[in-house]
Antibody, heavy 121, light 107 residues
Framework: QVHLAESGGGVVQPGKSLRLSCAASGFTLSNYAMHWVRQAPGKGLEWVAIISYDGRNKFYADSVKGRFSISRDNSKSTLYLQMNSLRAEDTAFYYC??????????????WGQGTLVTVSS | DIQMTQSPSSLSASVGDRVTITCRATQGITNYLAWFQQEPGKAPKSLIYAASSLQSGVPSRFSGSGSGTDFTLTISSLQPEDFATYYCQQYNNYPYTFGQGTKLEIK
């Protein structure tokens, strides 16, 4: 049974950094592309980033490009999101998401429960 | 970027009703279109990928259709657990983008 467990959320000041982690279990992480998707409280879903199975290919939403970095450690079955220069508008639930594809997306199939990041002074 | 527009934004229906939600892309995305369901306070759940393929475990009352720029999600006979918010997402072009959501409420 696929399980995705995000951690690392919390309250952070504007301009600071935070790293989210996602522990994957129930499947072989190295066989799939992975995403981060976020949702501001009371708002819709926003795609953030995707990383290929081997970590070589990464793509980002314009709103986070240059500030966020997605990475993975397949030996630890863990996905990461390094968030720098955080802004108030980055406040959201961040979901770790599994794809059916390897390099590009063939469709999202599993979601974690999410971790809340609040950017506030 | 490709914009995804869902209609309606909200919908009231009764148990047993047949409902259809539409999603339109600003440019062609072949069939790289997914649908998700989100209940209040919960993480989204994947329903459909490749415009019309059901994810494992999704009831057959859900169906999807379309290609190019116009897509639909149909629920053939609404059940109490179906009242939620539904999102479409294109994954043909980066950045991947979601529709704004359709809230399905009980009449």
């Amino acid at each position: 049974q696929v399980h995705l467990a995000e951690s690392g959320g919390g309250v952070v000041q504007p301009g600071k950094s935070l790293r989210l982690s996602c522990a994957a279990s129930g499947f072989t992480l190295s066989n799939y592309a992975m995403h981060w998707v976020r949702q501001a409280p009371g708002k819709g879903l926003e795609w953030v980033a995707i990383i290929s199975y081997d970590g070589r290919n990464k793509f980002y939403a314009d709103s986070v490009k240059g500030r966020f970095s997605i990475s993975r450690d397949n030996s630890k079955s863990t996905l990461y999101l390094q968030m720098n220069s955080l802004r108030a508008e980055d406040t959201a639930f961040y979901y770790c998401v599994k794809d059916q594809g390897i390099t590009m997306s063939l469709g999202i199939d599993q979601w974690g429960q999410g971790t809340l990041v609040t950017v506030s002074s | 970027d490709i914009q995804m527009t869902q209609s309606p934004s909200s919908l009231s229906a009764s148990v047993g009703d047949r409902v259809t939600i539409t999603c339109r892309a600003t440019q062609g995305i072949t069939n790289y279109l997914a649908w998700f369901q989100q209940e209040p306070g919960k993480a989204p759940k994947s329903l459909i990928y490749a415009a019309s393929s059901l994810q494992s475990g999704v009831p057959s009352r859900f169906s999807g259709s379309g290609s190019g720029t116009d897509f639909t999600l149909t629920i053939s006979s609404l059940q109490p657990e179906d009242f939620a918010t539904y999102y479409c997402q294109q994954y043909n072009n980066y950045p991947y983008t979601f529709g704004q959501g359709t809230k399905l409420e009980i009449k």
